[in-house]
């Protein structure tokens, strides 16, 4: 247990549903990211946090997915009007940024199927 | 753009040989490098990081790996491999700036038998 968790830990929608998953990272990491993987690939990076800010979001996110991070500490993820090509794990990750502490700690994942 | 090529999709050894996971990168500037670690079932692990000075960093559970400027390699090492290392290993990188974006390789799966 990294002490990064997330939820739901699995979530089945209807394709054209609505959902959103939510993080909750180490407590005293100020950065917060959000990727997405699928099988046979390593993570792909979605967006980051740094406090409450969004500093980056990728070109790939479209703008059906939007992320927040309130008060700077847990975030959510939301996808709108789903497609079955998000079916994919969503993964949360937190690090601290002071003192060389780049590497990232993962929560478990949010597993999503489309149908 | 940065990327990062794992050239092996799968590695066996067999256990109480050493191991080797290949990584090669591309990034601008110099680089901040990582091994992570994903056991069935759970989340990415941490293993070990390059920032900077000594070429070979140890990390957790006996690895090391050495980041080679020349060959923009960073390649996962250990001297005896065991059964329970079994496991799907991730490299990344990222440029040492305070840019958070970290980008991930697709993975080298890496099966220990006894």
């Known amino acids: 247990d990294t002490g990064v968790s997330q939820d739901p830990r699995h979530k089945i929608t209807k394709r054209g549903q609505n959902v959103t998953f939510r993080c909750d990272p180490i407590?005293?990491?100020?950065?917060l990211y959000w990727y997405r993987q699928t099988l046979g690939q390593g993570p792909e990076f979605l967006t980051y946090?740094?406090?409450?800010?969004?500093?980056?979001k990728s070109r790939l996110l479209s703008d059906r997915f939007s992320a927040e991070r309130p008060k700077g500490s847990f975030s959510t993820l939301e996808i709108q009007r789903t497609e079955q090509g998000d079916s994919a794990m969503y993964l949360c990750?937190?690090?601290?940024?002071?003192?060389?502490?780049?590497?990232?700690?993962f929560g478990p994942g949010t597993r999503l199927t489309v149908t | 753009a940065q990327s990062v090529a794992q050239p092996e999709d799968q590695v066996n050894v067999a256990e109480g040989n050493p191991l080797t996971v290949k990584c090669t990168y591309s990034?601008?500037?110099?680089?901040?490098l990582f091994w992570y670690v994903q056991y069935p079932n759970r989340g990415l692990q941490f293993l070990l990081k390059?920032?900077?000075?000594?070429?070979l960093v140890k990390g957790s559970y006996g690895f090391e790996a050495e980041f080679n400027k020349s060959q923009t390699s960073f390649h996962l090492k250990k001297p005896s491999a065991l059964v329970s290392d079994s496991a799907l290993y991730f490299c990344?990188?990222?440029?040492?700036?305070?840019?958070?974006?970290?980008?991930f390789g697709d993975g080298t799966t890496l099966t220990v038998k006894p």
């Open positions: 990750a937190s690090s601290l940024l002071t003192g060389g502490n780049y590497e990232q700690y």
């Open positions: 407590s005293e990491h100020n950065r």
């Open positions: 946090f740094q406090n409450e800010a969004q500093l980056e």
């Open positions: 990034v601008s500037g110099n680089p901040y």
């Open positions: 390059y920032i900077t000075g000594d070429n």
């Open positions: 990344a990188v990222r440029p040492n700036t305070n840019a958070g974006k970290s980008t």
